[in-house]
């Protein structure tokens, strides 16, 4: 989905954006439980945050243990992957 249309650092930056805005949506919620409309925003951002962790692991490789699918492998191949700033600093990665 955001790998189709925009960079590797696009997808991480949405990452990254949606991953803030769920712990603090969830601080904000401790202290708010009856606020639905921001209930509704941590729903869509935890979400996204899911389906950018996904999208990212599909064309990069894993950067969360539950997003590393090692199942057709006969090794644990979970670090071997490089890390996303190291792809940074070796001109790109894949």
Not at 7 to 31: C, G, I, M, P
Not at 46 to 68: H, Q, V, W
Request: aromatic residues 10%.
């Amino acid at each position: 989905m955001m790998y189709r249309n925009g960079s590797r650092e696009q997808l991480l930056k949405r990452l990254n954006e949606s991953s803030f805005a769920v712990v603090e949506l969830t601080l904000y919620l401790d202290t708010h439980p009856e606020d639905e409309r921001a209930m509704q925003m941590l729903r869509e951002n935890m979400m996204t945050r899911k389906s950018c962790l996904n999208e990212y692991a599909r064309n990069f490789g894993p950067l969360t243990i539950d997003t590393a699918d090692d199942t057709a492998s006969r090794s644990w191949q979970w670090m071997q992957q490089p890390w996303p700033w190291e792809c940074q600093q070796k001109g790109g990665c894949r």
